[in-house]
């Protein structure tokens, strides 16, 4: 069915002439079934009951010339559900055929229930409702042309064919609206079955760069940290090796332990993602066992206050302290040159605070940090909202405070 342009809304247009919804195209054999009905119905009438072999063989001639029209053409241009010059001519063509059938015989216009449904599909809407006129008062002027009626029957006639003319363009708007509505919904669905399979692909492209980014935090956090201490370690060993034999087997002997712990980290990186020394320690001896480690291999004096350590933290959280942990002591390798470095763990009823602090170098805590270590641990840390702060200056030493809840 053809729907008016009113029908459709601004900001979902749909056009005038593809209002045929996949549900009406799916039923569209009862319209067959109904024409059928009507066709067979009304050239029964005609064939039995209309006197006249001309005005009976004439109009089952334009009747049959119709249905013929709709069954070789007519049909395959509705279900195409899309104006052009064809439908017109078949608009035209079953109108005609209709008028002359009524004119014939005032007993074809009964077949009425089947031509008006087939102008509504194929021709546009006030064009059909123009035709809804004519093929309803047609019959009725034959008829006022062949009788005498009285002043009060001739009103009493033209009343009633103006309210069945009122109600059948009435009913042809309506329907109109309703196949128009009908696509504007089957359009909103398709919209939204687009947006939801292009929410699934951002969801799935966004899943993925957050799992590439853990992952290069936990490389960056583990591995790299791992390999710069292996490559300071064998520098050391190198440039001691005719020096003082005992320092370069201490030397390696770091090395080796750190080689070794990088090894477990690949390998729980690939197997769970979960730290390894996590899995050995809880969270206030793994990174004592860090900071020893760099007292050790800078020959510096360290500190650490880790307070009551018997409580219970959730993996996400002692996976942030630890990875902070690593991050501020592989900065104070790399950058601080210290004479002595404090690690402080501590607890409240609801947050944890680790603090790493050291006496070196320090930097300009106010500019915007160039690598991915203290990025990766600001965003890791603010995931599980808690908060990094880093307090230095050239030349005053280096404080990381992380603040994280229970």
């Known amino acids: 069915m053809r729907a008016g342009a009113g029908a459709v809304p601004a900001d979902l247009p749909v056009d005038e002439h593809r209002s045929l919804t996949e549900a009406w195209r799916r039923w569209y054999g009862l319209w067959d079934a109904l024409f059928a009905l009507v066709f067979a119905g009304v050239g029964w009438l005609l064939a039995t009951q209309t006197p006249g072999t001309v005005e009976r063989v004439g109009a089952l001639s334009a009747l049959g010339c119709a249905a013929l029209a709709y069954l070789v053409v007519g049909r395959r241009l509705i279900l195409r559900d899309r104006l052009g010059r064809d439908s017109w001519l078949f608009g035209g063509f079953i109108l005609a055929a209709y008028v002359v059938a009524v004119a014939l015989t005032p007993d074809a216009g009964f077949v009425l229930f089947a031509i008006l449904p087939?102008?509504?599909?194929?021709?546009?809407?006030?064009?059909?409702?123009?035709?809804?006129?004519?093929?309803i008062l047609l019959p009725v002027?034959?008829?006022l042309l062949g009788s005498r009626l009285s002043a009060d029957e001739l009103r009493t006639t033209l009343m009633q064919s103006g309210f069945m003319v009122l109600f059948a363009i009435f009913a042809g708007f309506?329907?109109?609206?309703?196949?128009?509505?009908?696509q504007q919904r089957k359009e909103l669905i398709d919209q939204l079955a687009a947006s939801r399979a292009e929410v699934s692909r951002l969801s799935h492209e966004s899943g993925v760069a957050a799992e590439r980014e853990r992952l290069a935090a936990e490389i960056h956090d583990t591995l790299a940290q791992g390999f710069a201490s292996i490559v300071t370690l064998a520098q050391a060993a190198e440039s001691a090796v005719e020096v003082d034999s005992t320092r370069v087997r201490e030397r390696l002997g770091l090395l080796a332990d750190t080689a070794r712990e990088n090894l477990a980290e690949s390998r729980a990186l690939v197997a769970a993602l979960t730290p390894q020394v996590l899995a050995e320690h809880q969270v206030a001896a793994a990174l004592r066992r860090q900071l020893d480690a760099l007292g050790t291999e800078l020959g510096i004096p360290v500190v650490a206050e880790l307070g009551d350590t018997q409580y219970e933290l959730a993996t996400n959280?002692?996976?942030?302290?630890?990875?902070?942990?690593?991050?501020?002591l592989s900065n104070i390798r790399k950058h601080a040159r210290p004479s002595t470095v404090q690690l402080r763990l501590t607890h409240t009823e609801s947050t944890v605070l680790l603090s790493v602090a050291d006496d070196g170098a320090g930097f300009d805590a106010d500019r915007p940090s160039a690598g991915y270590g203290l990025p990766g641990i600001r965003a890791r840390v603010a995931q599980i909202g808690g908060q990094l702060r880093v307090h230095s200056s050239p030349g005053q030493g280096t404080e990381l405070e992380v603040e994280v809840p229970r």
């Open 141 to 143: 002027f034959s008829t």
């Open 174 to 182: 309506w329907l109109n609206r309703v196949a128009a509505q009908s």
């Open 317 to 328: 959280t002692e996976v942030v302290l630890l990875r902070a942990g690593q991050e501020a």
């Open 118 to 135: 087939m102008l509504y599909m194929s021709i546009p809407t006030v064009a059909a409702s123009l035709a809804t006129a004519v093929a």
